[in-house]
């Protein structure tokens, strides 16, 4: 028999979600996917869901939603509308991908900061796989700091401080919200990680840069240097030195790439770039930003029991 307190306390929890759905419903669009077809036409190509962020027509989704030939479907949102919308731009190495509705009048999510989650908070996950009636699970941060790989082309790339929840996804959940009680978008959902299990891209200061640079230009440029590795512990000399425990073991280097320019070779291990230390492959991915793209950039590595400093210079990263 349920006591006063439980009853009290589940109550309490359907205000918060309910009221959550309630305020994002308005903002979270379903998305039907277009492409020519051979003979003339349109034919479905995708569906999957986005989140408004701006009241004339821009959209936020996953990447792997509208990925390919296909640049024009349409959204349909909760009030009935129906709205054409276009690809301005996509970035495959986030999932990330920003849209065009023709509309100036939508409802904006607010966008919250995934850096401020803990795990164990309440979240909701909230998407439009059927149009008209929105789709609504409740869960809880289960896990932070995860990553996830994405690809474009050849190039592979972790995502960064990937969300895990156990609030259920579904197909056609992605590109839709997770969302705080506040009613604040924390994540993109993105993959199902398992049974019960769902994964979504945060929101913080570098996907908010890459929202921008999608919505600005339509594409979001990286900087290249032309290695792949994996982490190695340091050697004990070099760990007392440098007090701290590993490195990144160069693999390999792309033949006329900067880090084969600069004299960079296999089996190198890579202790610090551009005056910042690393360990870890995602320590050199957040440093191939826009603004490294060009400009000279130091490399300490340890080659047997020498310590060698190389300058790089990074190029524009192309898919």
Not at 230 to 235: F, I, T
Not at 252 to 272: F, N, Q, T, Y
Not at 283 to 304: F, S, W
């Amino acid at each position: 028999m349920t006591t006063v307190d439980e009853a009290q306390a589940l109550d309490a929890y359907s205000r918060v979600v309910v009221d959550v759905a309630e305020r994002l419903a308005p903002s979270v669009a379903n998305l039907r996917v277009m492409r020519h077809a051979r003979g003339g036409g349109q034919v479905p190509a995708g569906a999957g869901s986005a989140v408004a962020l701006t009241p004339d027509g821009f959209l936020l989704t996953s990447a792997h939603v509208v990925a390919g030939p296909a640049r024009t479907g349409r959204a349909s949102f909760v009030d009935g509308r129906e709205l054409r919308f276009r690809v301005v731009g996509v970035d495959r190495l986030s999932d990330l991908a920003v849209l065009r509705a023709d509309g100036d009048d939508l409802v904006p999510a607010q966008l919250g900061e995934a850096e401020r989650l803990r795990v164990g908070q309440l979240v909701v996950a909230i998407g439009n796989p059927n149009g008209f009636a929105g789709s609504v699970t409740a869960g809880v941060v289960s896990a932070l700091g995860r990553s996830l790989p994405a690809r474009a082309g050849r190039t592979v790339r972790y995502i960064d401080n990937v969300i895990q929840t156990d609030a259920a996804l579904n197909p056609g959940n992605s590109g839709g919200a997770l969302v705080t009680s506040a009613a604040e978008v924390v994540g993109i959902n993105t993959a199902v990680a398992g049974v019960g299990l769902g994964l979504a891209v945060p929101i913080n200061a570098a996907t908010r840069r890459i929202i921008g640079a999608l919505m600005r230009d339509g594409r979001v440029r990286r900087a290249y240097i032309g290695i792949a590795g994996g982490p190695r512990p340091l050697p004990p000399h070099a760990r007392v030195r440098l007090s701290r425990e590993g490195g990144i073991e160069v693999v390999e280097v792309a033949s006329g790439s900067p880090a084969d320019h600069a004299g960079v070779r296999a089996e190198d291990l890579i202790v610090s770039l551009g005056g910042t230390a690393v360990e870890r492959v995602d320590d050199v991915q957040r440093l191939m930003t826009e603004e490294a793209i060009g400009r000279a950039m130091p490399v300490t590595v340890l080659r047997g029991e020498r310590t060698l400093t190389f300058e790089l210079l990074p190029v524009e990263l192309g898919e």
